[in-house]
């Protein structure tokens, strides 16, 4: 009997210490995502949420503040929140934050749905979704494939369905509050920490099954985007691809102009290398592209041809509506803020560096023989058929057509063989 107790406690201790160890290491991973969705936010998702399953946390937070993105990244997103095995937590935040567009999409895939106080949500119409065909017909089959999709997502949650097709068909958005009282998100919460608190015993719904959310006293990790996200994360900024593609055009016109610089042509190379690695990511019109080239010819041409400003107004029309029309996503433009220095700047840069070019081309020969072409000088003396010219103090060997005597003023028309061409000057 005595040993039946022993034993009894000691499956009871076991068990006690099981469960202590067991909730010591209860831990929630928090993970940022700001900025229009692209395909290295995929990435950065995608990585983050098998690295949420390998350490079986108790969900994985995505702290979210998007103006929309590009809808194929938003729906591959959609899939991976869909399959994962780790509940996944959207929060909206910060204050004066939004879920826009393909923000919608990702919140209405989460488990979880939370916003910070002051954010919005809504305005989900899709564009384009980088298709190249914008006729009506096919933006009413992008349109019906959206709803369907964000259907299928509302249905899944258990989320506002009719809200979210409006947002699809109508862009109607919303505060947290309505979100909340229409049952578009779970929770407000105005901190991380007061989140944890709101969504700990909150069960959703997993592939593998239901699971409770301890999200108490838990350990909090953050994983933010490392140095490579970063820098691709930047160069697929539209703005920054569109700064990129004009320097890469800048420094490579300016190697062909001054062959040997060097530096620049090495510059313009990597600029443009990085531009088109963002171009693969970003919804590119082809459009854009010839107006841009179009627009640098225009310069090219203003030095060559009299047309009295006429080419360089058309080559910056031409760059404006190129630089304009570079993105087909509205979520994905070029701000005009740097759009209008931009072109002036690269008209001004192209026109200057080509007058100066052609000018020093055009310019009389100052140093060598060549450079005696046009200088006056005395004649020293005679030797035989040679006359010895002073100009500027040296002394030049030179022939004449027509006799010469000391002390004529001469005027130089020509270099022959190391001697020079001259003629008398006339008084």
């Not at 949420?52 to 591959?76: H, N, R, Y």
């Not at 959207?90 to 106080?117: L, N």
């Not at 578009?184 to 409770?212: C, H, M, Q, W, Y």
Request: proline share 4%; aromatic share 8%.
């Amino acid at each position: 009997m005595k040993k039946r107790y022993i034993l009894l406690w000691e499956v009871l201790l076991f068990f006690l210490i099981f469960n202590m160890a067991f909730s010591a290491g209860k831990q929630v991973m928090v993970i940022n995502v700001n900025g229009p969705i692209t395909p290295v936010k995929l990435k950065y998702i995608s990585d983050n949420l098998l690295k949420a399953e390998k350490l079986f946390v108790e969900c994985l937070i995505i702290e979210l503040d998007t103006p929309g993105g590009l809808m194929q990244s938003t729906w591959d997103i959609d899939k991976k929140i869909l399959a994962s095995s780790v509940p996944v937590v959207v929060y909206i935040t910060p204050s004066g934050g939004r879920a826009a567009s393909a923000g919608v999409y990702i919140t209405y895939a989460a488990h979880i749905a939370v916003m910070a106080p002051s954010t919005n949500i809504g305005s989900a119409h899709p564009v384009t979704m980088g298709k190249q065909d914008t006729s009506a017909v096919m933006l009413e089959k992008i349109t019906n494939d959206a709803v369907a999709h964000i259907k299928g997502l509302a249905d899944a949650r258990g989320r506002n369905e009719e809200w979210a097709v409006q947002a699809v068909k109508k862009s109607v958005s919303i505060t947290s509050k309505e979100a909340l009282k229409i049952g578009v998100i779970n929770f407000i919460a105005k901190n991380r920490e007061e989140l944890l608190n709101e969504i700990d015993g909150s069960e959703v719904k997993l592939p593998d099954g239901t699971k409770k959310l301890k999200t108490r006293d838990v350990e909090v990790i953050f994983n933010p985007m490392n140095w490579q996200y970063k820098i691709l994360d930047r160069i697929s900024d539209p703005n920054i691809a569109y700064l990129l593609l004009l320097a890469g055009m800048a420094g490579i016109f300016f190697e062909l102009k001054s062959p040997g610089a060097i530096f620049p042509g090495a510059l313009g190379g990597v600029a443009l290398i990085l531009a088109f690695f963002s171009m693969q990511v970003l919804p590119i019109n082809a459009a854009g592209i010839l107006l841009i080239l179009l627009g640098v010819l225009f310069f090219i041409l203003e030095i060559h041809i009299t047309s009295f400003g006429l080419l360089t107004i058309g080559g910056v029309i031409s760059m404006l509506l190129g630089s304009l029309m570079l993105f087909k996503s509205p979520e994905m433009s070029v701000s005009l803020d740097i759009v209008i220095p931009a072109v002036f700047g690269m008209a001004l840069f192209i026109v200057v560096a080509l007058g100066l070019a052609i000018k020093a081309q055009k310019k009389k020969v100052t140093t060598g023989l060549e450079g005696l072409i046009g200088e006056s000088g005395t004649v020293a003396r005679k030797r035989g058929d040679v006359y010895q010219i002073n100009i500027h103090g040296e002394i030049w060997k030179s022939s004449c057509n027509s006799p010469l005597k000391s002390g004529d003023k001469v005027v130089v028309t020509g270099v022959s063989n190391m001697m020079l061409i001259v003629e008398k000057k006339s008084k």
